[in-house]
């Protein structure tokens, strides 16, 4: 992960969101994504320690301290990349700490080895090639790896992949976006002109409309549009700005958990690191939401 990649997810996470898909979830995971670590949870025996790579707000720990029956007598330490906004949350808590700004490619900054390590959409960001021998390191003979990796065939990443779409439609040069803040301008300014970007940007939305009506980011848009078109107040054109930000630190988190997914090819490298680095009892499978694809699950033991 680069450090600008860095900074775009630690700036995510500032916002307080407790996952990586934003307002898709209210709170934290739940359904069948949470179930499936409440089921990893209730095996989890006092005095053991877990390791969560790639924490982000503490997603799964949040989880555990609601879900875990051992949770106040299991030690839990997270690991990220980016800033994690929520590390306050646990400074009464000892048995949580959380590391921000460690990449799991080299975890040598860690002072003891764990029965469990743990990922949620996270492990497959990395360089895998780095951090499945840096985690093999830190992790107990006999200990236990369970991660959930985002699938190139799931609906999460097609409807990314799909978003991405429409976003480089609302981005680009002669795009939905620049046509609203040249309309803007030339408002601002009286100009007869304004309307010729009217025009422009309401044909330019229909099309936008007609092939991702159904996407979060439209709505999105639109809904920001209406609210920019009505306001009483000056600075539109700044506050388009900060909107164009957004989406494109948005388009840049899309398009790493897009590159990030499992595909056959990583997943079958995935095991075989795995192996190299002297994991046993490998099982993967896929995570369903009714016939939709969430996820792929991995499990494996460290070898004695």
Not at 106 to 129: C, M, R
């Amino acid at each position: 992960m680069t450090n600008t990649t860095s900074d775009v997810w630690s700036k995510y996470w500032q916002q307080g969101y407790k996952t990586s898909f934003g307002s898709m979830f209210s709170d934290n995971y739940e359904g069948v994504i949470a179930e499936h670590w409440q089921r990893m949870f209730v095996d989890y025996s006092q005095g053991s320690t877990v390791l969560d790579l790639c924490t982000g707000n503490a997603s799964l720990i949040y989880l555990a301290k609601d879900k875990c029956p051992s949770f106040t007598d299991i030690k839990w330490v997270g690991v990220d990349y980016a800033t994690i906004q929520v590390k306050e949350d646990f400074n009464n808590i000892d048995n949580v700490d959380l590391l921000e700004q460690v990449g799991i490619e080299d975890l040598t900054a860690l002072s003891q080895n764990f029965e469990h390590v743990i990922s949620n959409f996270g492990l497959e960001y990395s360089d895998l090639e780095k951090s499945i021998p840096s985690l093999s390191k830190v992790i107990k003979k006999n200990g236990h790896l369970a991660l959930m990796c985002h699938l190139s065939t799931s609906v999460l990443i097609k409807n990314s992949a799909a978003e991405l779409l429409a976003l480089e439609q609302i981005l680009n040069i002669d795009g939905v976006m620049e046509q609203l803040k040249l309309m803007l301008v030339h408002k601002a300014k009286e100009n007869s002109d304004a309307e010729k970007y009217r025009a422009k940007l309401n044909e330019q939305l229909a099309s936008l409309y007609d092939e991702y009506g159904n996407l979060g980011i439209v709505t999105d848009f639109i809904s920001f549009l209406k609210y920019v078109l009505s306001a009483k107040f000056p600075n539109k054109v700044e506050q388009l700005n900060d909107y164009k930000s957004e989406l494109v630190a948005y388009q840049t988190r899309l398009s790493c958990m897009c590159d990030a997914a499992l595909n056959e090819e990583k997943k079958s490298r995935l095991k075989e690191l795995l192996t190299l680095n002297g994991f046993v009892n490998i099982a993967g499978e896929n995570i369903y939401k009714g016939s939709d694809i969430l996820g792929y699950c991995i499990s494996a033991q460290m070898s004695k």
